[in-house]
């Protein structure tokens, strides 16, 4: 079984500073995925960017990089300048190997930017 | 590309009502999900199609939920009868390659707002 493990409920921060939310994941796939989504008020989950468990290094999307410890099995996302549009509930997820798909969702971090 | 599109947005009916939810995936995506997100959890998982075959049901209350997936594209997900704990979002997402060692990245649509009096 995968589990997905989000321990900050919600976070404030101030505009253009740098954020870290937590993530730490279980499960016995040899192969594995991790992903996080942003869910902004509207309710659409957006994409945001992707870790291979195997990828040599750690992802990076724009404003967005995943810092992967495979070891710690952490895989924490980090906003760099953040903006107020960053404002959302952020989520972490993990999809398993092959046959095992489906992606399974943490329980969510409510971020704040505080102009 | 247009979105995954869902309707309706909103439903509020009355517990022991039925209730229907529809999904049109992206063009060419393989594999359909429904997650269900209750107010203040994460999503989970409902019912996965590739193509219009089940591929994993196993949170689905089949009891009162059923879904169907109809030529490989729109999807159907129904409520009957409707309790109280049904109350929450039901997402719909699609994906391009169902086994891709990829990303196979969900794309979400907005989702249906249910709510059970």
Sequence with gaps: AQKITQTQPGMFVQEKEAVTLDCTYDTSDPSYGLFWYKQPSSGEMIFLIYQGSYDQQNATEGRYSLNFQKARKSANLVISASQLGDSAMYFCAMRGDFGNEKLTFGTGTRLTIIP | ?117
């Excluded at chain 2, 689905?60 to 129904?78: I, N, Q, W």
């Excluded at chain 2, 039901?90 to 086994?99: D, K």
């Design chain 2, 1 to 117: 590309e247009a979105g995954v599109a869902q309707s309706p947005r909103y439903k509020i009916i009355e517990k022991r009502q039925s209730v229907a939810f529809w999904c049109n995936p992206i063009s060419g995506h393989a594999t359909l999900y429904w997650y269900q997100q209750i107010l203040g959890q994460g999503p989970k998982l409902l019912i996965q199609f590739q193509n219009n075959g089940v591929v994993d049901d196993s949170q689905l209350p089949k009891d009162r939920f059923s879904a169907e997936r109809l030529k490989g594209v729109d999807s159907t997900l129904k409520i009957q009868p409707a309790k109280l704990e049904d109350s929450a979002v039901y997402l719909c997402a699609s994906s391009l390659r169902p086994r891709d060692s990829g990303a196979n990245v969900l794309t979400f649509g907005a989702g249906s707002r249910l709510t059970v009096l």
